[in-house]
């Protein structure tokens, strides 16, 4: 793609400025030339403060911002060349050269815009109408770039969700997984616990058995007796002792029973106290 820079001072007569602004434009044409495009828009910038109707100082001083890539500002220039000058087709230049630099920017609905108005103004310009379908065809595939980033990022969107919903299924997963295993641990103690209780109830049990057993074993209780009527308490006597002592007094009893029997006496009766 070729671009047309225009340098008007080059083309155009300086009629109607200041004879200082006419020396500074030709200086900054001279260093343009030269490739000097810092000096040279400095030149311009001096013609523009000696004469403000030195328009044409405004178009070479945005010609040589753009050489600068300084488009933003080589851009203001241009606008404001366009603003002031009735010349259809240096107008028609100037918005040639705003299309330029926003082509250059990346701006290309500007810059379509500005191609546009160049055609209006000088619709035989073949070389606006190149550049016009130039900036149309990296729009289009701006857009579709744009399109399928849009689509990436959503599509990566979509692939992070998907990866956040497996991961939270994954970590769900696990702890379902720790839960059961917990679960287990706590049935197996539990029954571990049983299993004990149920060994201890059985050893109570036999001991009881045991215990019974031995109260039941033969000779026990006449061991127990015997003991017991060998050994009396305090001030207790043995059944044997009481009944030797009952045979002795029933004895005793008798006799004095015969006795009386023998002898006949009169007056009170005589009561035999038994002393047991």
Not at 25 to 40: H, L, M, W
Not at 85 to 94: C, F, G, R, S
Not at 245 to 271: P, R, S, T
Request: aromatic share 6%.
């Amino acid at each position: 793609m070729k671009y047309i820079l225009y340098i008007l001072t080059l083309l155009l007569s300086f009629t109607g400025y200041s004879q200082d602004a006419k020396q500074h434009i030709r200086e900054g044409n001279k260093q343009y030339n030269e490739k000097k495009y810092e000096e040279a828009n400095a030149s311009y910038k001096k013609a523009i403060e000696k004469d403000a109707k030195a328009s044409k100082a405004d178009f070479n001083s945005g010609d040589a911002l753009y050489k600068q890539k300084k488009y933003a500002e080589a851009i203001e220039k241009f606008q404001k060349f366009a603003d002031k000058t009735a010349d259809q087709k240096a107008k028609a230049d100037a918005y040639h050269n705003i299309g330029n630099a926003n082509l250059e920017s990346e701006k290309y609905k500007e810059s379509i815009d500005a191609y546009k108005k160049a055609l209006r103004e000088n619709p035989s310009d073949n070389d606006t109408r190149y550049n016009l379908s130039y900036a149309q065809q990296k729009l289009k595939r701006q857009q579709e770039q744009e399109k399928k980033d849009e689509e990436k990022k959503d599509d990566e969107k979509k692939d992070d969700e998907k990866k956040d919903d497996k991961d939270k299924k994954d970590d769900k997963d696990k702890k379902d997984d720790e839960n059961k295993d917990e679960n287990k641990d706590k049935d197996k103690d539990k029954k571990d616990e049983n299993k004990d209780k149920d060994k201890k109830d059985d050893k109570g049990d036999d001991e009881k058995k045991d215990d019974k057993d031995k109260k039941n074993e033969p000779g026990d209780d006449k061991k127990d007796k015997g003991d017991k009527e060998e050994k009396p308490k305090p001030n207790q006597i043995s059944k044997k002792d009481a009944q030797r002592m009952l045979d002795a007094l029933n004895n005793q009893e008798k006799k004095v029973q015969a006795k009386l029997k023998k002898k006949k006496v009169k007056g009170q009766k005589v009561n035999i106290e038994k002393d047991w």
